[in-house]
């Protein structure tokens, strides 16, 4: 450009068309994007994102964006959707130690599990966190073997964590009991303790036992044998006791009890646990165990000494783990209503933050009992175990 000319191209204004449809040097916004939430104006800098920014890229209020991020049913699926897509634009994440500090809460609910080779916990497990993540709650897990239960109780002392649920609670418990008798948020999930109060869910462990000693009885049993679970546990007594009172309270003759065990809750258990009751003096022609894999055990050692299931012995176990239905197996058994059970739990524990000084509750869900091919060639079927 030569001296003393004008810059009229630097002078020059768009016409008023052009300036409006967004001339060459800025895009013209396209209409079907009009609703989507705009990129965001706003330079953050090294300040750290707050729901407020969300709010205002939503075109919210704070409060909205809260109630989204709580799971609240108070808001509109729209508008639920406008804050989702800032909180994915904006890269929000929650300051989980400031509303801890607002709250008194963390929004993490801890489980404590043990025998993590049973297969029965790992889908306990499963089910407790599907529930726990559609309360909009975190899971943290303890194993109890490895001073879980201690540590989980400290962890709920220290607030670390909202409550703590128990998949495999002991009378011996110390660690829980301490919990409990300082009222801290605690919830039992496939146990019960006698004289403890305290919330819990449980299958009604009687009734489901009960119905298989009254199908042994119904099939033609006449000497039947039952390889308990570890003693002391509720499970384990509750499951026993009500395989013998269904022997006895039939009013049909019954069947004969001829052996019974109590083992550990393993494979290996089931195979040394049946290798002892063929050292009775009668064989029995059905067996129930107190959980599947104690079944699967005593199963291959009859296999392996030569008996036919289930032709010369009947077997059934308790729980319906996946295996359980598998062709190797196809054992009869009780269900357990895993979803419900985890459900009920994590509600407990959620109204016990609620409500710390309300009464403990105790719920006792309705198991099945699926008959398959370890007790007879019958189709399989599914029959409550309701008492």
Request: hydrophobic share 40%; with cysteine.
């Amino acid at each position: 450009m030569l001296a003393g000319q004008k810059d009229e191209g630097r002078c020059r204004r768009l016409p008023k068309r052009q300036a409006r449809d967004g001339g060459p040097d800025r895009p013209r916004r396209d209409a079907k994007k009009a609703d989507a939430v705009p990129e965001p104006r706003m330079a953050f800098g090294d300040r750290r994102l707050t729901s407020r920014d969300v709010a205002a890229l939503a075109g919210v209020s704070q409060a909205t964006v809260s109630r989204v991020l709580s799971g609240s049913d108070l808001v509109k699926e729209s508008t639920r959707q406008a804050v989702l897509r800032a909180l994915e634009t904006t890269g929000y994440v929650v300051n989980v130690s400031a509303r801890t500090m607002r709250s008194g809460r963390t929004g993490v609910i801890g489980v404590v599990v043990t025998h993590m080779t049973n297969p029965f916990y790992p889908e306990l497990l499963e089910a407790l966190s599907n529930a726990i993540h559609a309360s909009n709650h975190r899971m943290i897990l303890w194993d109890g073997r490895q001073d879980g239960e201690a540590d989980a109780a400290s962890a709920i002392r220290e607030r670390a964590v909202d409550s703590v649920i128990f998949t495999t609670a002991t009378p011996a418990s110390r660690p829980l009991r301490e919990a409990l008798e300082q009222e801290l948020p605690v919830v039992l999930v496939n146990r019960s303790l006698r004289g403890v109060r305290c919330d819990s869910v449980t299958t009604d462990n009687l009734a489901g036992s009960r119905a298989v000693a009254r199908y042994f009885i119904d099939g033609g049993r006449n000497y039947v044998a039952a390889i308990g679970g570890l003693r002391g546990t509720s499970t384990a007594d509750e499951r026993l006791q009500g395989f013998k009172s269904g022997l006895a309270g039939t009013g049909k003759g019954g069947a004969t009890l001829v052996a019974t065990t109590s083992v550990d809750w393993s494979y290996e258990e089931g195979v040394r646990a049946f290798n002892e009751i063929l050292e009775s003096r009668t064989v029995p022609d059905a067996i129930f165990c107190a959980n599947d894999v104690l079944a699967f055990g005593a199963m291959d050692a009859a296999r392996a000494r030569g008996f036919g299931i289930p032709d010369d012995i009947w077997f059934a176990g308790y729980d319906d783990i996946a295996i359980a239905g598998w062709g190797a197996y196809d054992l009869t058994t009780i269900r357990q209503p895993l979803r419900p059970m985890a459900e009920q739990a994590v509600n407990m524990a959620l109204h016990r933050l609620a409500e710390p000084g309300r009464a403990p509750q105790r719920s006792r869900l309705t198991s099945e009992l699926v008959v398959r091919g370890s007790t007879a060639n019958y189709a399989s079927s599914a029959v409550s175990a309701a008492s």
